[in-house]
C-alpha cells in the first residue's frame, strides 16, 4: 500500500515562504512516480499547482505559482517538496500531494490521473 504524508503548512502573512514536504512509503521504488502538488481552496475544486517526473526531474507549473513556487524531489528520502515564495492570499488552501505511476508528461494536470493522495496540509496566508 501506498502512503503519502504531507506536512510544513501553516499561517504565513503575505510575501512570506513555506516549504511543503511529502514523504513516500509502499513497496514500489519511488523513482517511478510522476509526484504532484495539488490544492483546494474553501468552495473551490481541486487546482493542480506543479508536478515533478521521476529521475530526469522535469518540472511543470500551473501559471499561478510559476516562478514563485518550486517543486523538487530528494528520490534517497522518498520525499518531495513544494518551496513556496511571494506568497498571496489566494494561494490559502489545502494543499495536497500525489503520486502518478503513468509516463511523464508536461500535461499530467488532472487530478484523476494520479494513483495516490494524501491527506492535505492546510497553507493560509494572512496579514
Known amino acids: 500500500q501506498v502512503q503519502l504524508a504531507e506536512s510544513g503548512g501553516g499561517l504565513v502573512q503575505p510575501g512570506g515562504s513555506l516549504r511543503l514536504s511529502c514523504v513516500v512509503s509502499g513497496p514500489n521504488s519511488f523513482s517511478i512516480y510522476i509526484m504532484g502538488w495539488f490544492r483546494q481552496a474553501p468552495g473551490k475544486g481541486r487546482e493542480y499547482v506543479a508536478h515533478?517526473?521521476?529521475?530526469?526531474?522535469?518540472?511543470n507549473y500551473a501559471d499561478s505559482v510559476k516562478g514563485r513556487f518550486t517543486v523538487s524531489r530528494d528520490n534517497a528520502r522518498n520525499t518531495a517538496y513544494l518551496e513556496m515564495n511571494s506568497l498571496k492570499p489566494e494561494d490559502t488552501a489545502v494543499y495536497y500531494c500525489?503520486?502518478?505511476?503513468?509516463?511523464?508528461?508536461?500535461?499530467?494536470?488532472?487530478?484523476?490521473?494520479?494513483?495516490?493522495w494524501g491527506r492535505g496540509t492546510q497553507v493560509t496566508v494572512s496579514s
Open positions: 515533478i517526473s521521476g529521475s530526469r526531474y522535469l518540472t
Open positions: 500525489a503520486a502518478s505511476s503513468r509516463r511523464y508528461s508536461s500535461s499530467r494536470t488532472y487530478y484523476g490521473e494520479y494513483d495516490y
